[in-house]
């Protein structure tokens, strides 16, 4: 008699012909499945964290061509098909209801729902496919830019580029998570016939799921198994001033002088990239910042924290370049010479999945920001940018990058994270331009990158945020008035500003950016052509009725501190995102799970943004079960209803649960 299956070590194991299939339990309600071909399984993990499970709620049973593995609320039945001998997995959950399953394989047909192709030097290209479930929502994967909610019938790359992250998780409207735990390049198609995962390059299948009843319990068990988000320190629930950029100390101080003397809040006051002499100096230019100690402490004794960017490019003539280089701390390309990106001069990256580099370079960050006072980071270029985006050209510490490359945001951020936690800091948030699965763990404040300045890239935000919050990522921004092509004294982007404004004070940080033109240039003493400063991006450079709204919402982001400290205790504590889809407040109303341009943030307030040119109202669909107060006029409106809301330059549509009215009422 054939043996297919055994149960090892508490797990399911199946081999047929080479190919070994493992399914482990793996936190509550979930498995982990891993499958190799001529090998043994894999250990070690690239985002799952190391859990124990109760055995009373394992259960394995093992036929001849049949066995299952139960662990509290999902099932997993395992069958081998008479003809091919293919095995087919399916879920299901506690009422017997199919979650997931794979493709059989179609009897004559000979498909394979695991199809590993081999490629020299000993991986394998893999796709796995699923069959599609009728009427099945799919939410999360990251931040993609596109106006889209509902992911069936979307296509994704899994990389990360500029404005771009790929977090391969998603909740499905049939009450699963689904975590494709491979970082490799490769692309998911939410088909109608099926759905296929491939990794471009792979030593094994490695994929998690979990069953819950509702979004919110299965984002709980998710985030437990991969990580929480810390507390958010109390210096991210205010307003944040940046622009492109702050390029001497005296601007510095001028600013943070002029917020103090105009009596608004300010938290944190960010100093962009070009601060250092060269990338992968990681220190002050003296000509432009002669005495950063002094300046940094005179910001900060007017309570207003210093952020400063920090790149992981590292130029050819870095003072630090040809030490790293030595000593093996540089991405490599894998053949010809090692430039990886043009920008102001020849760059290659530092390795951030080697943990050699991650030390090296906190050494360096430490003594010239943090021991002078420097507690916050802005991680930009983190997918890294590479200048083609030709994953396979390069790799890491860690493997090729076409197999592993998508760890990068996140051990980017481990490095500064990590670094920080051994220097005594317990107040951590660091801005990054991209993230992983666990990224959240690290301090990860996730902004959408160097969108442009125009309505449709504000509507993909919105998008972007909820779908972020979905994939266990719950700080999250983007730059108010998008990054590229708002000029100041254009009355069309004055508006388009205003407008992001109004959202960005309902978002999980407020942080106002963007390269403002027009731009103004820079040259050094010694003739030196330097990046250059874009137009002033404060809110008083936009006229006096622009500014007053301004103000009006930084005020309102105030009233909100103890509600949003209360969200981002939440976020710690359980996983839940800050900004909810609108389903995940009302998975029971149909009509929650195909809004797009509206959504929670956290449980009580409701928000519509003004996100069409020169509107003054917009459809607002309530949720049933409930009545709502809005939050400028105090009306009441019961839900499951659509409403025409009018929406002046001023003020936006916010709605209140009935009972929450303390947090807003009559404020907007």
């Known amino acids: 008699m054939l043996h297919y299956f055994e149960e090892q070590n508490k797990s399911l194991v199946f081999r047929e012909n080479g190919e070994t299939v493992m399914v482990t339990p793996w936190g509550a309600d979930s498995?982990?499945?891993?499958?190799?071909?001529?090998?043994d399984i894999l250990e070690g993990s690239a985002a799952l964290l190391e859990t124990e499970n109760a055995e009373s709620e394992v259960r394995i049973e093992i036929g001849e061509h049949t066995a299952s593995i139960v662990n509290g609320g999902i099932r997993a039945e395992l069958k081998v098909a008479d003809w091919g001998k293919a095995l087919q997995m399916t879920f299901y959950n506690r009422k017997g209801e199919i979650l997931l399953q794979e493709i059989p394989n179609?009897?004559?047909?000979?498909?394979?729902a695991r199809h590993f192709k081999s490629l020299p030097g000993g991986g394998y290209r893999l796709k796995a496919s699923f069959v599609p479930n009728p009427g099945e929502k799919i939410y999360g994967c990251g931040q993609y830019q596109q106006e889209v909610m509902d992911l069936?019938?979307?296509?994704l790359e899994l990389a990360h580029r500029n404005s771009q992250a790929s977090v391969p998780f998603y909740v499905s409207s049939l009450g699963y998570g689904f975590l494709w735990h491979n970082a490799a390049i490769g692309e998911v198609h939410f088909g109608s016939n099926t759905t296929e995962w491939t990794a471009e390059e792979t030593l094994q299948l490695d994929y998690w799921i979990t069953a819950g009843e509702t979004p919110a319990k299965i984002l709980e068990s998710y985030t437990r198994v991969t990580g929480r988000a810390p507390m958010m320190p109390e210096y991210g629930l205010g307003f944040w001033q940046c622009k492109l950029r702050y390029y001497n100390q005296e601007q510095v101080i001028q600013i943070a002088r002029e917020y103090k003397k105009r009596g608004i809040p300010l938290d944190v006051l960010v100093i962009d990239y070009y601060h250092w002499p060269r990338c992968g100096d990681w220190r002050f230019d003296e000509e432009y910042f002669p005495d950063p100690e002094a300046m940094i402490r005179e910001v900060q004794d007017m309570g207003i924290r210093l952020m400063v960017s920090v790149w992981p490019q590292v130029d050819w003539?870095?003072?630090?370049?040809?030490?790293?280089?030595?000593?093996?701390?540089?991405?490599?390309s894998n053949s010809g010479i090692d430039v990886q990106m043009v920008f102001h001069g020849n760059n290659v990256f530092l390795d951030a999945t080697n943990p050699r580099t991650r030390a090296y370079v906190w050494d360096k960050c430490r003594k010239n920001y943090w021991d002078y006072g420097i507690s916050a980071f802005w991680l930009d270029e983190a997918e890294p940018e590479f200048g083609t985006y030709d994953y396979g050209d390069y790799r890491y510490h860690a493997g090729p990058v076409a197999q592993v490359g998508n760890l990068y945001p996140r051990e980017y951020a481990r490095l500064f994270y990590e670094g920080q936690r051994e220097a005594g800091q317990k107040d951590i948030v660091n801005l990054i331009r991209c993230a992983w699965a666990g990224s959240q763990r690290y301090g990860a404040l996730v902004w959408s990158g160097d969108i442009m300045s125009n309505y449709?890239?504000?509507?993909?935000?919105?998008c972007a945020g909820i779908h972020m919050g979905i994939s266990g990522i719950p700080w999250w921004t983007t730059d108010i008035g998008g990054f590229h092509g708002g000029n100041i004294h254009d009355e069309g982007f004055q508006e388009l500003l205003v407008r992001w404004f109004q959202f960005g004070a309902f978002c999980p940080v407020m942080r106002l950016h963007g390269c403002r033109q027009p731009a103004e240039s820079i040259v050094n003493r010694a003739g030196e052509v330097r990046e250059w400063t874009g137009a002033e991006n404060e809110i008083w450079s936009y006229g006096q009725e622009n500014y007053e709204i301004m103000v009006k919402f930084i005020r309102i982001r105030e009233m909100m501190r103890d509600y949003i400290r209360g969200l981002m205790r939440e976020a710690h504590e359980t996983g839940s995102p800050v900004m909810r889809a609108m389903f995940y407040e009302f998975p029971e109303d149909e009509n929650c799970w195909d809004i797009r341009d509206a959504y929670m943030f956290g449980p009580d307030i409701l928000v519509a943004p003004i996100c069409h040119e020169k509107a003054r109202k917009r459809s607002v669909y309530l949720p049933s079960g409930t009545f709502f107060l809005h939050a400028g006029t105090g009306e009441r409106y019961e839900g499951g209803k659509w409403y025409e809301v009018e929406a002046a330059l001023d003020t936006l549509p916010v709605f209140l649960r009935e009972g929450r009215q303390e947090y807003l009422a009559g404020q907007i």
């Open 31 to 39: 498995l982990r499945v891993r499958a190799t071909f001529l090998g």
């Open 106 to 112: 179609g009897g004559a047909l000979q498909k394979k």
């Open 152 to 155: 069936k019938g979307c296509s």
């Open 317 to 332: 003539r870095s003072e630090n370049y040809e030490e790293m280089k030595q000593q093996g701390l540089l991405v490599k």
């Open 456 to 462: 449709e890239d504000f509507r993909k935000q919105i």
